[in-house]
């Protein structure tokens, strides 16, 4: 099937800090979404992107759209203790319903 | 807020046996899918309905795995027989098609 790749895989940080996080794919995709998973939980959506060159933010996250439309990227900013969980990507085709999710990356922000 | 609701949230059955899931998506959501995950391979589809008809069932085991959306407040997955490699969290998502999916909370499967 489709694979994502995030990296990087697993993130330590300060809080306090920012966060950079990227997902790549080998085909291209109409949209993009960012979702968060904390542990017992379901991802929940964050940020969708659905234009090329789009930069979204949503609070101290902001999302990019990459020009070639394989690839996203997400900050945080300040990073704080309850950011701690897995980040997930997601690419949709258009006409398509199904999201490809990436691999995930954990993020743990040491207080 | 409006939230997907699955059940049971835990679900430990012996090997062979039947297991439902199952799934009331959000009111006026016309996209419901069924995911899976596990740690080696991470989120993967297994089926979706749209106005509850299925479109994609390409990634369920056909021989033991069934999804039905009996009603629109209901999706339902079922195993059977199961077996240990189905040991996984099986998330429904439901949504307007391009919009973004609302996840349930999962539910937790551990066949022994």
């Known amino acids: 099937g489709q694979q994502l790749n995030q990296s990087p895989q697993s993130m330590f940080i300060q809080e306090g800090e920012d966060v950079s996080m990227n997902c790549t794919s080998s085909?291209?995709?109409?949209?993009w979404l960012w979702y968060k998973q904390d542990p017992g939980e379901g991802p929940v959506l964050l940020i969708a992107l659905y234009k090329a060159g789009e930069l979204t933010s949503n609070g101290r996250l902001t999302a990019q759209f990459g020009i070639t439309r394989k690839d996203s990227f997400l900050n945080i900013s300040a990073s704080i203790p309850s950011d701690v969980g897995i980040y997930f990507c997601?690419?949709?085709?258009?006409?398509?319903?199904?999201?490809?999710f990436g691999t995930g990356t954990r993020l743990t922000v040491i207080p | 807020d409006a939230r997907v609701t699955q059940t049971p949230r835990h679900k430990v059955t012996e090997m062979g046996q039947e297991v439902t899931m199952r799934c009331q998506p959000i009111?006026?959501?016309?996209?419901v899918f069924w995911y899976r995950q596990t740690m080696m391979q991470g989120l993967e589809l297994l089926a979706y309905f749209r106005n509850r008809a299925p479109l994609d069932d390409s990634g369920m085991p056909k021989d033991r795995f069934s999804a039905e959306m009996p009603d629109a407040t209901l999706a339902t997955l079922k195993i059977q027989p199961s077996e240990p490699r189905d040991s996984a969290v099986y998330f429904c998502?439901?949504?307007?098609?391009?919009?973004?999916?609302?996840f349930g909370s999962g539910t937790r499967l551990t066949v022994v």
């Open positions: 009111l006026g959501h016309n996209t």
């Open positions: 998502a439901s949504g307007l098609a391009s919009y973004g999916y609302t």
């Open positions: 997601a690419g949709q085709r258009t006409g398509a319903n199904n999201l490809f």
């Open positions: 085909s291209i995709f109409n949209t």
